[in-house]
């Protein structure tokens, strides 16, 4: 591929920018134009080895630091990034493709990530039992892993390395960040940033690349954790691989959200939210709900006639156009690949309500697919199972509320479910009884703030811990465990029995 004359992203290292000159590169795009606008160079094991050695390096002086001071550091990082906000919201738009408001949004989320790890001391503060024995006392506090490393997917190039790294550099922890080869300018820009606002040199670095970058650091014994978002196969990769190497992992995998409709509920407020909610960024949210599960045929046409009209003056264009509403897709391979889950929509059986296989904006050669809704999906067709990660959305039609629910928890995924209803009861039952990690009521995309976590169930979610909030701080950190005893009198004794402190 030609890329002669276009900007080359590099890796950042120790504090500094290397260009990764003699790598193998791949281009960036501008999804609006199809144009390609930079390349990035591809990481293999030697810039990982160079990644650890920094942030090995910068442990101990970090690890060190009063959690006070850490958090200093992140205050003068938030100053930055709300200053530079708009800035990184056109960078996301034009390597992404979502618009400039929804850009706008994904700084402000991963914002309020480093909001949370500014309270890191209130965060990591212990327990303490006195006279867990006569005059023994224990107290349990949490400790920094080493070197972390963050994986990232295309989708949020913002958002969800900041889910990662605010928190692990706040419990004491240096990182490596390998964000995604298909927009991967944004986190050589938080880089930057975290320098200006004082982080020393080698406690943040950035490795670019692809499954090889990824796969040196599941290899690379200096790296003690990894937090992975992307799609399933790769997340079930990641988990196998670092955890068979002793590493702790969470990895956070695809999708298929369903929001169930129950026959009281509001339809023009279920409409709005899920227009929002299945063609916002396109479709490509981990939280987009791709299932529409209606209760009732009566429902189901009426929904499906709602969203055709309101599809009808859906506005698509490039994300930085005044008034768009739904930008491209990330790649043109991609969006060949949402159109073929369109043509099987055909061939299985369902019915194509609204067909955006023309794209909306045909003629601008960017990487548009118009809006879709796919009505009588059943959940044994691959379009139900599959993610398909476009502004496809697939209408189940549940005869009752027992048979939506049914629906919902067969799906292998489990990572956000929504029920929409006016009944207390029935919203209840169902966050008791559904099987996913993030559930909203009336609320179509139930993304967690940041001082709760964020994660799914199921194949959503490999590992034991979901991403920021109180789950981040246990992910980044170790127990240990303190009894301690200043005895007057107790020298010279020694006691061979397992100590009961009785
Ligand atoms: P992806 O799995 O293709 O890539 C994710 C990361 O893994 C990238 O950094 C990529 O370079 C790397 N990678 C890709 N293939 C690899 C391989 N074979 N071996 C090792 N590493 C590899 O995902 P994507 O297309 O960038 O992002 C979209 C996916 O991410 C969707 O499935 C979406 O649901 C998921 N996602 C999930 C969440 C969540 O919270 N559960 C959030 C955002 C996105």
New binding site residues.
């Given amino acids: 591929m030609q890329t002669l004359g276009r900007p080359k992203l590099g890796h950042y290292v120790a504090g500094r920018l290397i260009d990764g000159n003699g790598a193998a590169t791949v281009p960036v795009y501008d999804p609006a134009s199809g144009n390609i606008t930079k390349s990035v160079a591809l990481g293999d094991a030697s810039t990982v080895a160079a990644a650890v050695r920094a942030a090995r390096d910068a442990f101990a002086g970090w690890s060190a630091t009063p959690p006070l001071r850490r958090a200093a550091v992140l205050f003068g990082f938030r100053e930055l990034v709300l200053a530079h906000a708009e800035r990184l919201a056109r960078i996301i738009t034009a390597e992404h493709g979502k618009t400039l408001s929804d850009a706008r949004g994904e700084v402000q989320r991963g914002l309020e990530v480093v909001e949370f790890a500014c309270g890191i001391p209130h965060l990591l503060k212990g327990e303490f039992s006195e006279n867990v024995g006569r005059a023994v006392d224990s107290y349990s506090l949490r400790q920094a892993l080493g070197v972390c490393a963050g994986?990232?997917?295309?989708?949020?190039p913002a958002m969800?390395p900041m889910w990662m790294f605010p928190v692990a550099l706040a419990c004491g922890n240096t990182f490596i960040m390998?964000?995604?080869?298909?927009d991967p300018s944004l986190t050589l820009e938080l880089a930057q940033l975290l320098a200006q606002a004082q982080l020393p040199a080698g406690v943040f670095n950035v490795v670019n690349?692809?499954?090889a970058?990824?796969?040196a650091l599941?290899a690379h014994p200096g790296i003690a954790a990894i937090s992975?978002?992307?799609?399933?196969?790769?997340?079930r990769?990641?988990y196998e691989r670092g955890t068979a190497g002793g590493k702790r992992v969470q990895a956070?995998?695809?999708?298929k959200n369903h929001l169930v409709i129950m026959p009281d509920a509001d339809l023009e407020q279920t409409t709005d939210a899920l227009m929002g909610a299945a063609f916002g960024s396109a479709g490509?949210?981990?939280?987009a709900v791709s299932i529409a599960v209606p209760v009732g045929d009566g429902v189901a046409d009426a929904l499906v006639a709602h969203l055709r009209q309101r599809i009808a003056s859906l506005r698509v264009g490039a994300g930085d156009a005044d008034g768009v509403e739904m930008g491209p897709l990330?790649s043109d391979e991609?969006r060949r690949r949402v159109h073929g889950y369109v043509d099987l929509a055909e061939r299985e059986g369902a019915h194509i309500a609204v067909d955006g296989r023309n794209g909306a904006n045909p003629k601008d050669g960017g990487f548009f697919f118009g809006a879709t809704v796919l009505d009588c999906v059943t959940p044994d067709m691959r379009v139900y199972r599959e993610?398909i990660?476009g502004p496809v959305l697939g209408v189940v039609r549940a005869a009752d509320f027992e048979a939506a629910l049914r629906v919902v928890n067969g799906h292998e995924c489990g990572?956000g479910a929504a029920i929409f209803t006016r009944d207390g009861d029935a919203a209840r039952v169902f966050t008791q009884r559904v099987q996913a990690g993030m559930v909203g009521v009336n609320v179509a995309i139930p993304v967690p703030m940041a001082f709760h976590s964020?994660?799914?169930w199921k194949a959503?979610?490999f590992g034991d811990h979901h991403?920021h909030g109180p789950e981040g701080v246990r992910f980044y950190t170790r127990l240990k465990t303190v009894t301690c005893r200043w005895p007057a009198g107790a020298r010279g004794t020694t006691d061979y029995a397992m100590p009961t402190m009785r």
């Avoid at 994986?151 to 949020?156: A, G, K, L, R, T």
């Fill in positions: 994986i990232s997917p295309f989708n949020f969800v390998k964000p995604s080869e298909k690349g692809a499954k970058a990824v796969d599941l992975f978002v992307g799609s399933t196969p790769v997340a990769h990641v956070l995998g695809g999708a490509e949210r981990c939280m990330i991609h993610e990660f990572n964020f994660g799914g959503s979610l991403v």
